[in-house]
């Protein structure tokens, strides 16, 4: 079963992020993903700095808001922000290697909760973020195909 549900996870986080232009412009690249968890890498351009020549907290944000959402659908029922806030605990530079990492603290039937953890190749914490998602109709992908692969 746990095999099933990752499974799923990364056939959805695949269809999710296809068209997901920003993701794919800032460079970020899905590590893992599970039922309700996913992990998020991007190195920091040069293009991603700010003034003070550190990684731009939207940037910031965008990573651990990927991670979120990648971990908020993995189970394939589509879901989106209802709200979220992060704290910026420590500067990213150019060349560093940022890895957001989302776990599911609470699943709700219509509300859930996300905690994500951006860290750098030290493996110090860069900024915290936490997320509510709100369920929606429908789902991300159609799962009749793996089942018609399943049985032959």
Do not use: W
């Not at 879901?79 to 290697?97: C, H, K, S, Y």
């Amino acid at each position: 079963m746990a095999h099933e549900t990752q499974t799923l996870a990364q056939r959805v986080v695949s269809a999710l992020l296809r068209d997901d232009h920003a993701t794919l412009m800032l460079g970020m690249a899905v590590v893992s993903v599970d039922a309700g968890a996913a992990c998020i890498e991007m190195t920091v351009r040069r293009d991603m700095l700010n003034g003070h020549m550190a990684c731009h907290g939207g940037i910031l944000f965008a990573l651990a808001d990927t991670a979120f959402a990648c971990a908020c659908n993995s189970r394939n029922q589509r879901a989106v922000t209802a709200g979220a806030n992060i704290d910026f605990l420590r500067r990213a530079a150019e060349g560093d290697i940022l890895r957001a990492t989302a776990v599911e603290l609470s699943a709700g039937r219509r509300l859930s909760v996300y905690d994500v953890n951006i860290t750098n190749q030290l493996g110090e914490t860069v900024a915290v973020f936490r997320g509510k998602s709100c369920s929606i109709s429908g789902t991300v992908i159609d799962q009749e195909p793996a089942a018609q692969d399943a049985t032959g």
